[in-house]
């Protein structure tokens, strides 16, 4: 699964821990959360299935093209902004196979997205 959008690795860590054999990739481009989502990663023990990696989603390794069955972003809209969703939109889809899971998270009210 790709996670576009760490936080504090709470998502990466609850699907990693519930899931059996699932492994999280997520992106951050706070240096302060990618060392929290590390660390609880680390502390609950899956380090080797939360990979957390300090990166834009628009520089994803080109190898990452298709590599994920899912791919999860919460509440993302603010930090992308409304005027680089169709970016994002795109980006997304790179990183996920075809036919497969998409979720998109976002609160908003009226006019904002």
């Not at 709470?10 to 997520?26: E, F, N, Q, R």
């Not at 834009?56 to 969703?85: H, I, K, L, Q, T």
């Not at 169709?86 to 790179?94: D, K, P, S, T």
Request: charge should be negative; glycine fraction near 10%.
């Amino acid at each position: 699964m790709l996670e576009i959008g760490s936080g504090w690795g709470a998502l990466a860590i609850l699907i990693t821990s519930t899931i059996p054999g699932t492994s999280v990739d997520t992106l951050t481009l706070s240096t302060q959360q990618a060392a929290l989502a590390r660390a609880r990663a680390e502390a609950a023990g899956l380090a080797e299935r939360v990979r957390v990696h300090l990166l834009d989603y628009r520089n994803m390794p080109r190898e990452w093209e298709g590599a994920f069955d899912r791919v999860v972003s919460v509440e993302m809209v603010e930090a992308v902004g409304p005027e680089y969703m169709e970016v994002r939109g795109a980006w997304i889809c790179l990183g996920v196979r075809v036919r497969e899971c998409v979720l998109l998270c976002v609160c908003a009210r009226g006019g904002e997205v």
